[in-house]
């Protein structure tokens, strides 16, 4: 077992460590101290999820899946006249670090510009998440990126073309 300390803030988490973490997701562990907190953030939001849910009057939603596992994130967004996001839902299956990422990253694009999440990088979902994410977990961590960035991109698309 690992200590926590300042060094061990830079372990990248293994597949094992994710593995571990969506043991403890099902209840199952046992896992190190370390892992503790690592999962604590993210297994809040998996299990409570922020802005779980669909809207009837989203400005835009997508679908978007993970092609590796199938699992989907399903987002909605409600845009104002200024294009500033006044609220936000989604709906979707998937491990807990992908539903942790799209719970943490819904929060956080609420009162934001489109141009504003348009400059959202990857580096910024893995920050919401707290944990360094290891490559096997990126397209995990990544999908509620990449759903919100395809829906900006349709309804870009939408808006400016011809009618
Ligand atoms: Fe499917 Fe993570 S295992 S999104």
Known sequence: MTSHNESNDEVRLTAEQAAQIDR???????LTEEEEIYKEN????????HNAGSMSDATFSHRELNPLCGDTI???????????????????????ISQASISLLSDSIKGKTIEEIKNLKREDVIGLLGIPIGIV?????????????KGIDYYEARKTAPK
Do not use: W
């Open 24 to 30: 403890a997701a099902a209840g199952e562990g046992p």
């Open 137 to 149: 977990r990126m397209k995990c961590a990544l999908l509620s990126l990449r759903t919100l960035q």
């Open 74 to 96: 399903e987002l909605f967004v409600k845009v104002d006249s200024k294009k500033r996001v006044n609220d936000v839902k989604f709906t979707g299956k998937g491990c807990a």
């Open 42 to 49: 993210i297994l809040d939001h998996y299990r409570h999820p």
